[in-house]
């Protein structure tokens, strides 16, 4: 089985190498990403974010040099949630491609928010990369 999955992404005006050292770096989570992360702080290997869901883990993938920037978010409830997540080249700049999935506790409301919040922490990112 698999899930319904919408691709939200944004064109950034800075390089793939650029944004990628940027979004990898957990640090920087609360500057763009209100959906996820008001603070977020190392706690031994790993990463606690207060988010509006609860304390989260967030563990993004190794660091690599194909703009491979998914991570996985440990809710409160212990569930894993996979975020693909992607920055390559276009043109002088960058496109930064977040997927997210229709899980099946996520009724039609629900993922509509979760896609605006997506897109609003997307637009963030825009603003703070391109300043």
């Not at 691709?7 to 990898?24: E, G, L, M």
């Not at 629900?110 to 997307?122: C, F, G, S, T, W």
């Amino acid at each position: 089985m698999t899930f319904p999955a919408r691709h939200i992404s944004v064109s950034i005006n800075r390089s793939p190498a650029h944004v990628y050292d940027f979004v990898f770096n957990p640090e920087n989570l609360p500057l763009w990403a209100a959906g996820l992360s008001g603070s977020i702080q190392k706690e031994g290997d790993d990463w606690i974010a207060d988010s509006p869901m609860g304390r989260v883990k967030v563990k993004f993938a190794e660091k690599n040099t194909f703009g491979i920037l998914d991570h996985v978010v440990t809710l409160p409830s212990g569930t894993d949630v996979f975020n693909p997540t992607r920055v390559f080249p276009n043109n002088d700049g960058s496109e930064v491609v977040f997927t997210v999935y229709q899980l099946p506790e996520l009724d039609e409301q629900k993922l509509l928010e979760d896609i605006r919040m997506v897109e609003d922490d997307l637009q963030t990112l825009k603003q703070i990369l391109e300043a």
